[in-house]
């Protein structure tokens, strides 16, 4: 079992930035990627951005690339996620998941084992 922490939400204007952490304990060695998704109301959840846990190689989605940064310590079992320049649209839940499979490709939320309990972010306009 694995357990995910986040935090850093809150509300800020439009061009604003936050910082997302997510804590992770429990069985953690067994982490090949870890990602970020979100969902808006009314709205299915979608990929953010994606870490594997060795190497370091990220993805991101096309509406974040260039604006979000997905990093990760590794001796401290936490991921981050830099969001600068936001826009009323990336308001969101934001998730943080691990995933415990090796795959070619971390965008599909089904790649996942564990999910965090989600933290809010606001951009107001």
């Known amino acids: 079992q694995v357990q995910l922490v986040e935090s850093g939400g809150g509300l800020v204007q439009t061009g604003g930035s936050l910082r997302l952490s997510c804590a992770a304990s429990?069985?953690?060695?067994?982490?090949?990627?870890m990602g970020w998704f979100r969902q808006a109301p009314g709205k299915e959840r979608e990929f953010v951005a994606a870490?594997?846990?060795?190497?370091?190689?990220?993805d991101y989605a096309d509406s974040v690339k260039g604006r979000f940064t997905i990093s990760r310590d590794n001796a401290k079992n936490t991921l981050y996620l830099q969001m600068n320049s936001l826009k009323p649209e990336d308001t969101a839940v934001y998730y943080c998941?691990?995933?415990?499979?090796?795959?070619?490709?971390?965008?599909?939320?089904?790649?996942?084992?564990?999910w965090g309990q989600g933290t809010q972010v606001t951009v107001s306009s």
């Open positions: 998941a691990t995933s415990m499979k090796i795959s070619a490709s971390y965008r599909p939320s089904s790649k996942y084992d564990y």
């Open positions: 870490i594997r846990w060795i190497g370091g190689s990220t």
């Open positions: 429990g069985r953690t060695s067994s982490t090949y990627a």
